[in-house]
């Protein structure tokens, strides 16, 4: 048997970070045990679906190092749903109702006042043909419910059937269909929700685990009861826990609260985006990753904590510095020619210990070309003069700079801040930045002289 898996998000917004958890819970699975993953667009709902969402969504998971072995859209596949549909009608299991949502709401309120469970009582069923008739003649038009297997012989007196899994996240998990409404599984309009759709793919595609959010618990005690009405193998399922914000606020695609579109676009490497967002939550430590390979060798679905995790910001800025620090020049060749900086390995050597995302080399690769202000205090006027005299000739090399202190500090008697610091704001402008040794080699004898020039001339 060969692990299946599928991403199914809906092309109605921008994946957040949340999503991206469950689509890297996925990938990471079928990485680990050579399987396959499968990109399913659940777009049944085409008012809100649109085609930039849907490029949006593979482009991220692209971005990601996510490479679906399979996509497909559920918009291609209403002839089936309809197949299987008309089936389950024929077999008696999904039947017409045509109760409005107040009334609805109102019977629910009368089964609270008798102390019973606010489920549907199935009043549909008794419906005779003249009955619906005289509905529809009046303009009503059906919803379709699937009628649980939570009863002997008579649907109207339901008893308690429970519906046993193993979680992949969560251990030994049970939903008593005697507890639920029999689901509405397509609209007035005709359209399908979420449920039946999502099962039929699944067993066409021969998905065999599910791995998504905890707030479909409910849901697959219903959808195991659709798997065996259909005559399907039921997968395994698991369910991870759910991201909120810093703040405890559930995430959300319609908001775009933490979209990896956003995310991207504020430089972030995705290996540190994908790391927090598999770690979090779990019982191993968030920690700097190289690939997601790297990231599956240790995963283990069991390892989540059935809590909610908190996705701060401040966690990924410094997962994301660590990542940047760690990346060799092939990896970042490319992108640094894009930034208008040459292809120096010397130069990304120098700097990237000081780029909290890539980015900034853009504005270390400016320190070195210039043009800059040279910073000095009035008090170092003479120290100045004394390290423009002893600068050493051309060409310079990774030596340069402490063969220049050392002769400073035999000079002058200074050491320490007071030796660096003036050196720094002259050369450099800035009182932190990358170490100076690699870096004087990039700047040049001659620039170097200008600036402490420069400086000389600021302290007058």
């Not at 430089?267 to 939550?281: C, F, K, N, T």
Request: net charge negative; with cysteine; proline share 5%.
């Amino acid at each position: 048997m060969t692990v299946t898996v599928r991403f199914a998000p809906s092309p109605t917004g921008r994946i957040h970070i949340g999503n991206a958890r469950t689509a890297l819970f996925n990938w990471l699975f079928a990485l680990k045990s050579g399987g396959r993953f499968i990109l399913r667009l659940d777009d049944t709902d085409q008012a809100r679906s649109t085609e930039e969402f849907a490029s949006g969504i593979v482009t991220d998971l692209a971005w990601l190092g996510v490479e679906p072995h399979e996509s497909f859209r559920q918009s291609d596949r209403f002839a089936r749903y309809d197949e299987v549909k008309a089936d389950l009608v024929a077999r008696g299991l999904l039947y017409p109702c045509y109760e409005t949502a107040e009334e609805l709401d109102y019977g629910r309120r009368r089964r609270l006042a008798r102390h019973l469970p606010p489920v549907y009582d199935r009043a549909a069923l008794k419906l005779s043909e003249e009955d619906r008739a005289k509905l529809e003649a009046e303009g009503r038009r059906p919803h379709w419910r699937f009628l649980l297997p939570n009863f002997e012989d008579d649907p109207f007196t339901p008893s308690r059937r429970e519906i046993h899994w193993n979680d992949l996240c969560r251990g030994a998990e049970t939903v008593d269909l005697s507890s639920l409404s029999d689901p509405v599984l397509i609209r007035e309009d005709g359209t399908y929700l979420y449920t039946l759709p999502s099962v039929i793919d699944d067993m066409d595609s021969a998905v065999t685990h599910i791995i998504r959010g905890g707030d479909h618990i409910t849901n697959t005690g219903v959808q195991i009861a659709i798997f065996e009405a259909l005559g399907a193998n039921v997968p395994a399922f698991g369910h991870h826990n759910l991201l909120t914000d810093a703040s405890g606020e559930g995430l959300s695609k319609r908001t775009g609260a933490m979209s990896l579109k956003s995310l991207r676009e504020q430089g972030y490497e995705p290996q540190a985006v994908a790391s927090l967002a598999v770690h979090i939550g779990t019982s191993h430590a968030v920690e700097r990753v190289a690939s997601l390979e790297e990231l599956a060798a240790d995963f283990d679905l069991s390892d989540t904590s059935r809590s909610a995790a908190k996705f701060d910001d401040a966690d990924l800025v410094s997962l994301n510095a660590k990542t940047v620090h760690a990346l060799d020049f092939g990896h970042v060749a490319r992108r640094l020619t894009d930034l208008g900086i040459p292809a120096d390995p010397g130069f990304w050597q120098a700097v990237k210990g000081n780029c909290a995302v890539l980015a900034d080399a853009a504005n270390w690769w400016k320190v070195v070309t210039g043009p800059i202000t040279p910073v000095a205090d009035a008090d170092d006027r003479d120290f100045l003069a004394d390290a423009l005299r002893l600068l050493p000739p051309a060409p310079w090399d990774g030596e340069t700079f402490r063969t220049w202190t050392l002769a400073l500090k035999e000079a002058t008697g200074r050491k320490g801040r007071a030796l660096f610091m003036p050196l720094r704001l002259a050369v450099t402008g800035l009182e932190h930045g990358p170490e100076l040794a690699p870096l004087l080699p990039l700047i040049g004898a001659a620039t170097v002289k200008d600036r402490l020039d420069a400086a000389l001339n600021s302290s007058a």
